[in-house]
């Protein structure tokens, strides 16, 4: 098993609400990355990061935004929930080197009404 | 832009048979990684198998292993001796060696395993 967590694992909440995704990993990566997966379909990068301080956003979109504040850390904030938000997020890391794996968080499946 | 495609949305294969995961992808660059992920139902996304691209030997690991060809940029999953653990999402992936923070999924294969 990775040592890679999220918090909440499932998240029911009305629209209009701010949210906190919250995802942490045990294993010194410097390299973190959200991604938005509807069930059963393609990944989109939606935010990454090259280590502390540093921010990027993916290939896909997003209203959320994202902080590093410490290497461990890679929480994913919505300001104002929609039900297009609606989807699963996975939280993944990995170290440097160009053959490293990425390592899943086991995801936070979201649900805006 | 690369891109990597997948063209089996979903296979069955019977247990203890062998099924192959096609995978294809385009890119102009000549170093780069590929790899297979797998996807559990609710669990969470695991690597099978990666391989090299400056490297001609096929990658193997245990019942997993690759088919690299990398002019034709194919880069197929055969699974011997198939479990029904082996049910899931497989994701076929793309890293290039110039921009690594960035790796590029297929849309995936669903793989059901037949008792």
């Known amino acids: 098993e990775a040592d890679i967590y999220q918090t909440p694992r499932y998240l029911v909440i009305g629209t209009g609400k701010k949210i906190t995704l919250e995802c942490s990993q045990t294993?010194?990566?410097?390299?973190m990355y959200w991604y938005q997966q509807d069930p059963g379909m393609e990944l989109h990068l939606i935010h990454y990061?090259?280590?502390?301080?540093?921010?990027e956003k993916g290939d896909l979109s997003s209203e959320s935004t994202v902080s590093r504040i410490r290497t461990e850390h890679f929480p994913l904030t919505l300001e104002s929930a929609r039900p297009s938000h609606t989807s699963q997020y996975l939280c993944a890391s990995r170290r440097g080197g160009g053959a490293a794996e990425q390592f899943f968080g086991p995801g936070t499946r979201l649900t805006v009404l | 832009a690369q891109t990597v495609t997948q063209s089996q949305p979903e296979m069955s294969v019977q247990e203890a048979e062998t099924v192959t995961l096609s995978c294809t992808y385009d890119t102009s660059e000549s170093d780069y990684y590929l790899f297979w992920y797998k996807q559990p139902p609710s669990r969470q996304m695991i690597l099978v198998i990666r391989?090299?691209?400056?490297?001609?030997q096929n990658a193997t690991e245990n019942r997993f292993s690759v088919n690299f060809q990398k002019a034709a940029k194919s880069f197929s999953l055969k699974i011997s001796d198939s479990q029904l653990g082996d049910a899931a999402m497989y994701f076929c992936a793309y890293r290039s060696a110039e921009v690594r923070d960035k790796i590029i999924f297929g849309k995936g294969t669903r793989l059901h395993i037949l008792p």
């Open positions: 294993m010194g990566h410097d390299k």
């Open positions: 990061s090259y280590g502390v301080n540093s921010t």
């Open positions: 391989q090299e691209a400056y490297k001609q």
